[in-house]
């Protein structure tokens, strides 16, 4: 335990029993890089820091030192000669990755100390768990905790969390967590997104609005919702108060914003791919679908399926995901890929951490976009990318396998027949 800032000299035992490791190691036996060295790497060199790394924050320039001195053991063991045939971000890569799956210390130490953070937020009645949370956090949500002004171990998990954050999702509970002053939709509380909440409401439940909800459909719709329809319909009214406060859409006049849409015809000699993800809220199934296009307009290839996850941004990026694989089996080496996920386009674009809800998704995408082709991913309007849509719904509502469509089923006729004659449609945001 220490305290104050945590310096690299304060690890010196790691150092010395890396070192004590290493001199033992001097033997024939492993004088060539290999799978030897790799298990000893992973199982010994990078567990002898793994007591500190969980409750503490180690120096940037430790870890820089940790992965020099696993690097270099791999591939010039316990001597000076020898060189580094792959690249570090290759070998440290998951093994279904094509890596050989050694272990980056920062990574390693984020994760330990992820443990702590579950912790938490599973065990609350633990003594550690409830000093932190009255010291530290006093109602908030840890996943918006801040840095400074806390113990090392506090400062070591804050740290951690910030790295975590896209990682965690929330599920749904008994509905007793506070509609506006708790974080159960967002990272953040809802009543920080809206001008303000009024008097009357500010002691809503979650259950509260769920069963105001349900009522109306039995009454008025002879319906009953599900949770996750319910759920959906806040999500729906979060987005409908977003449009209602910002200004940036309404023209200089205050009026609404009208485009004409149209499908984005790629050119000659390029293949246009449009993808999409759905979500049926009946079934509570995601699909994706999408197909390949020439730049006439001409149906190439198609393919749907059902999502292994009931997400939509799963779905998206899964549809960019095989359309990219489809295209690279079939021989097309110029691509304009169309999403209508403008979220799915940005964490692509940007790059998530290590630790994003689908990082393992998005790396598969990295890895398609860095061989011989050249591929545009783009984001169009849901308006221009109908005939999409109808294959997704396909997937979603068969909850098939993947499929690939060598003719477009007959439900894309017309829309493949407006689309190659440039058929507008209006957009209007209000």
């Known amino acids: ?56 924050w ?12 696993v690097r270099r053991f791999i591939w010039k063991g316990t001597g000076d000669t020898g060189m580094h045939l792959v690249g570090w971000k290759k070998i440290t890569q998951p093994r279904r990755f094509g890596g ?13 100390l ?24 006093k109602g908030r949500s840890i996943i918006n905790v801040s840095v400074s002004g806390g113990s090392c171990v506090w400062n070591s998990l804050a740290k951690a969390l910030h790295m975590l954050r896209d990682g965690f999702t929330f599920k749904i509970g008994d509905g007793n967590s506070r509609f506006w002053y708790d974080p159960w939709v967002l990272k953040e509380n809802l009543c920080s997104v ?30 009953k919702a599900s949770v996750y329809d319910s759920v959906a319909k806040v999500h729906s009214m979060h987005t409908f ?41 009946s079934l509570q199934t995601a699909g994706f679908g999408g197909f390949i296009r020439n730049s006439s307009g001409a149906f190439l290839k198609g393919f749907y399926g059902a999502a292994t996850l009931s997400s939509v941004l799963y779905a998206e990026i899964m549809a960019i995901l095989h359309g990219l694989q489809l295209c690279w089996s079939n021989g097309y080496r110029s691509i304009v890929c169309y999403s209508d996920s403008l979220q799915a ?11 994003h809800t689908f990082a393992n998704e998005i790396h598969n995408i990295h890895q398609l976009l860095h061989r011989d082709w050249n591929v545009v991913i783009d984001h169009t309007l849901r308006e221009g990318n109908a005939c999409a849509d109808v294959l997704a719904k396909l997937g979603a509502s068969l909850n098939s396998p993947m499929v690939v469509l060598e003719t477009p ?3 894309l006729s017309s829309s493949l027949g407006a689309d190659a004659w440039g058929v507008v449609f209006d957009f209007v945001r209000e």
């Open 1 to 56: 335990m220490f305290y104050g800032k945590v310096r690299k000299q304060d690890f010196s035992d790691v150092y010395d029993r890396v070192s004590a490791k290493l001199a033992s190691w001097k033997s024939r036996l492993l004088n060539k890089p290999g799978r030897g060295r790799v298990v000893l790497a992973n199982s010994v060199i990078s567990s002898l820091p793994s007591y500190h790394m969980q409750i503490n």
């Open 58 to 69: 180690l120096p940037q320039g430790m870890c820089d030192d940790l992965d020099r001195t």
């Open 100 to 112: 050989l799956g050694v272990r980056i210390a920062r990574l390693q130490n984020v994760s330990l």
């Open 114 to 137: 992820g443990k702590l953070g579950w912790e938490v937020i599973n065990s609350p009645g633990k003594l550690w768990v409830k000093i932190f949370t009255d010291k530290y956090l």
């Open 194 to 223: 809206v001008p303000f909440v009024a008097i009357q409401d500010t002691e809503f439940k979650i259950n509260d609005i769920l069963w105001i909800n349900g009522r109306n459909d039995v009454v008025f719709n002879n319906t």
């Open 241 to 281: 108060r977003t449009a209602a406060f910002e200004t940036e859409m309404l023209g200089a006049d205050g009026s609404s914003e009208q485009r004409l849409v149209t499908w984005t015809k790629p050119a000659e000699g390029t293949a246009c791919l449009n993808v999409v993800g759905n979500m049926l809220g």
């Open 345 to 355: 386009v940005s964490l692509i674009r940007d790059g998530v951490s290590h630790f």
């Open 409 to 411: 089923p007959p439900q």
